[in-house]
């Protein structure tokens, strides 16, 4: 129900974009997500958005590089991300919620939403 795509092999200062497609019970999700884990490491909160994409969510560490967005069917959602850094390297896990949540945000930051697709594989280089 929900498809991750674009992760690849980067240069440091490179860009790349993630899509993520919904479909049945995701589709029209009122909040999405998408997280990161590199190896050894805890999964992290990347990037948040709400249904209208009025309302946008960063990590810190990704602030002001990466670009979260919906498309304007709201089935598919972006990550652009630039100016990589090898640290960014690690699987992208899209997530969605199934309704909206009085604590949308808080499920955000703490990755406790309903459905998660499969990780896309993010790696840059030194």
């Known amino acids: 129900q929900l498809q991750a795509s674009g992760g690849g092999l980067v240069q440091a200062g490179g860009s790349l974009r993630l899509s993520c497609a919904a479909s049945?019970?995701?589709?029209?999700?009122?909040?999405m997500g998408w997280f990161r884990q590199a190896p050894g490491k805890e999964r992290e909160f990347a990037a948040g958005?709400?249904?209208?994409?009025?309302?946008?969510y960063y990590a810190d560490s990704v602030k002001g590089r990466f670009t979260i967005s919906r498309g304007n069917a709201k089935n598919i959602m972006y990550l652009q991300m630039n100016s990589l850094k090898p640290e960014d390297t690690a699987a992208y896990y899209c997530?969605?919620?199934?309704?909206?949540?009085?604590?949308?945000?808080?499920?955000?930051?703490?990755?406790?939403?309903?459905?998660w697709g499969q990780g896309t594989q993010v790696t840059v280089s030194s």
């Open positions: 958005i709400t249904w209208s994409g009025a309302r946008t």
């Open positions: 997530a969605a919620d199934r309704i909206y949540y009085a604590d949308y945000e808080g499920r955000l930051l703490r990755g406790m939403l309903d459905y």
């Open positions: 049945g019970r995701t589709f029209g999700s009122p909040t």
